[in-house]
């Protein structure tokens, strides 16, 4: 249940594009943007609280991940978008680890608008999905991602919705 619970939350996280034959990346500016994420889960097994000491390993930013999703709590990230992330389609990337167990298919890309099928494959737990982002001109975006997990005799169901506005064309320290 551990591991499906992992996947699920590295999912919904996951917001990296894969750029399929005819990708057109999306038409936004180019800086420092900031993203909001709602998201809500059924199914999900019954946790443990996180160890105090495990939380004291994380960095706020992890910390405030793992708080928002296990209290269903919108999560809010600066990015610095570039012309190479959405040349690569790895904009609004929540989650900066790689997840090499999943695999995107882009159903349709336009500069306003990415539709995506998303499969996972675990051990123990397959992950399915749609995701799509749309554009509210160039300075603002939004999105809905619906992933379902199953494996163990067990099944949990995502959903999230997410907007984003650009904040400005200089990144600072922000990547």
């Known amino acids: 249940m551990r591991n499906m619970l992992l996947l699920a939350v590295i999912v919904c996280f996951s917001l990296t594009l894969f750029a399929a034959d005819k990708f057109t990346p999306l038409n936004i500016k180019e800086?420092?943007?900031?993203?909001?994420v709602t998201f809500s889960m059924t199914g999900m097994p019954a946790m443990p609280a996180i160890p105090p000491e495990a939380l004291a390993?994380?960095?706020?930013?992890?910390?405030?991940?793992?708080e928002g999703v296990m209290n269903n709590k919108?999560?809010?990230q600066k990015e610095c978008i570039t012309k190479e992330k959405l040349e690569k389609a790895s904009a609004f990337n929540v989650n900066r680890n790689d997840n090499s167990q999943c695999t995107r298919t882009i159903v349709n890309s336009?500069?306003?608008?990415?539709?995506?099928?998303?499969?996972?494959?675990g051990k123990q737990v397959s992950t399915d999905g749609t995701l799509v982002v749309e554009t509210v001109g160039t300075?603002?975006?939004k999105g809905t991602m619906h992933m379902v997990s199953s494996g163990s005799d067990h099944k949990m169901t995502n959903d999230m919705t997410f907007s984003s506005k650009y904040l400005g064309p200089t990144c600072g320290d922000v990547k």
């Open 31 to 36: 800086g420092l943007w900031e993203m909001t």
């Open 110 to 121: 336009t500069g306003s608008k990415i539709e995506m099928k998303i499969h996972c494959e």
């Open 74 to 76: 919108p999560i809010v």
């Open 139 to 141: 300075d603002a975006t």
């Open 57 to 66: 390993k994380m960095t706020p930013e992890q910390r405030a991940r793992i």
